[in-house]
């Protein structure tokens, strides 16, 4: 079977909504998820990298209030594991892996394997014959592996990316679904 990496941020947790809570309730700031129109997330809030990362941290500690992407997610993402074997492929922190893995049960999310990277951009090293991801750099970082597809979630920091014969990009689950049959049934991937 295919194998697929998800990835966690962005495409199945809606970690950026609860950022944007979090941020506002601190710094009397106004943000939406929309507002995020760039890949450094950090810039836009006009903090650190460092800043940045420690409060998605604080949202994932507090997993019980984080909202999934989509309604039903649960059965969308068993959909894409009826024909692939999924695992959740992710650059979350050490210390917010348990409670990933938490959320991930209490949304009923099935998955083979959790795989944790230092970064999005190391992703590209493993080995997966389709990547659903967010992240920008992964993309760029795809387009010259070969035998390798992506599906970028479309995200306000992302909306730059363009489609190219090995990136497609999907607005919701149902597409990633839909995306995903339409490279298997056009490349060697079975």
Avoid at 6 to 35: E, P, W, Y
Avoid at 117 to 141: C, G, N, Q, W
Wanted: proline share 4%.
């Amino acid at each position: 079977m295919p194998r697929i990496a998800v990835d966690l941020d962005g495409v199945l947790a809606n970690t950026m909504q609860t950022f944007c809570k979090i941020i506002n309730a601190s710094r009397s700031t106004h943000f939406q998820v929309s507002s995020f129109n760039s890949w450094k997330a950090w810039e836009t809030a006009g903090i650190s990298k460092e800043e940045f990362f420690h409060i998605l941290d604080e949202a994932w500690l507090d997993w019980q209030n984080l909202p999934p992407t989509e309604e039903n997610l649960s059965k969308k993402v068993g959909k894409l594991r009826e024909f692939s074997t999924l695992d959740i492929v992710t650059g979350r922190s050490l210390e917010t892996v348990a409670p990933a893995k938490r959320w991930l049960k209490n949304q009923e999310i099935g998955f083979r394997e959790f795989v944790r990277t230092d970064s999005s951009i190391e992703k590209a090293d493993l080995h997966y014959d389709i990547f659903v991801d967010d992240s920008p750099e992964l993309m760029s970082a795809l387009t010259s592996k070969p035998n390798c597809h992506a599906i970028l979630y479309s995200q306000p920091w992302n909306a730059e990316v363009q489609q190219t014969p090995k990136i497609s990009r999907a607005d919701s689950w149902d597409q990633i679904i839909e995306r995903a049959l339409t490279i298997l049934r056009r490349s060697s991937v079975s």
